[in-house]
């Protein structure tokens, strides 16, 4: 890795620019976590720890490094596209780098916003119509399993399934 200094030890001017404009071009392409635009950036054959925190820093203070609102932003998207439990975002949101304090806070204002209640139903509807009702336990076992995937938590999908094996027995 090549640093280019000034006389005073900062990296030079040029080099800052570089880094800068490489992470305003990785962050155009798409919304990164902090942790992900800093591994990205240390790729770089003229890259250096300095070079890059003072580069995050600066994009820190502009605004546009910011873990919270990727977080909370990344949470509301995927609530808007797909239902998906709690549990199933987290993991996303941790595969993302983005660190614990940080997700549960995005979940609880994403979960505020749209019930989880109302999520899996909107999942067991999907399910239903691809998949028909389930006729039997290994029916309602593959639902479970498909609700479970999605990231519902288990007393969720019991008390769910529970009413749709009710419903069905009286033949709504």
Same mark, same amino acid.
């Given at each position: 890795?090549?640093? $280019?200094? =000034? /006389?005073?030890? $900062? +990296?030079?001017? #040029?080099?800052? $620019? *570089?880094?800068? !404009?490489?992470?305003?071009?990785?962050?155009?392409?798409?919304?990164?976590?902090?942790?992900?635009?800093? $591994?990205?950036?240390?790729?770089?054959?003229? &890259?250096?720890?300095?070079?890059? =925190?003072?580069?995050? #820093?600066?994009?820190?203070?502009?605004?546009?490094?910011?873990?919270?609102?990727?977080?909370?932003?990344? !949470?509301?998207?995927?609530?808007?596209?797909? +239902?998906?439990?709690?549990?199933? @975002?987290?993991?996303? @949101?941790?595969?993302?780098?983005? =660190?614990? *304090?940080?997700?549960?806070?995005?979940?609880?204002?994403?979960?505020?916003?749209? !019930?989880?209640?109302?999520?899996?139903?909107? !999942?067991?509807?999907?399910?239903?119509?691809? %998949?028909?009702? +389930?006729? =039997? /336990?290994?029916?309602?076992?593959?639902?479970?399993? %498909?609700?479970?995937?999605?990231?519902?938590?288990?007393?969720?999908?019991?008390?769910?399934?529970? &009413?749709?094996? *009710?419903?069905?027995?009286?033949?709504?």
């Amino acid at each position: 890795m090549r640093d $280019e200094t =000034d /006389r005073s030890g $900062e +990296p030079g001017d #040029r080099d800052a $620019e *570089k880094a800068t !404009a490489a992470a305003l071009k990785m962050l155009a392409a798409r919304p990164r976590t902090e942790i992900q635009l800093r $591994e990205r950036l240390m790729q770089k054959p003229w &890259a250096n720890r300095r070079l890059i =925190d003072d580069c995050i #820093r600066r994009l820190k203070e502009m605004g546009y490094v910011n873990d919270g609102r990727f977080a909370e932003s990344y !949470a509301s998207h995927r609530l808007s596209v797909r +239902p998906i439990g709690r549990a199933r @975002l987290a993991r996303e @949101l941790a595969l993302k780098k983005v =660190d614990r *304090k940080t997700i549960d806070r995005a979940l609880d204002q994403a979960f505020a916003e749209t !019930a989880e209640d109302g999520l899996i139903d909107l !999942a067991i509807q999907k399910r239903i119509r691809t %998949h028909g009702n +389930p006729a =039997d /336990r290994g029916g309602e076992k593959r639902m479970f399993d %498909h609700l479970a995937r999605l990231g519902f938590e288990f007393d969720l999908i019991i008390r769910k399934l529970d &009413a749709l094996r *009710k419903k069905t027995m009286k033949g709504e």
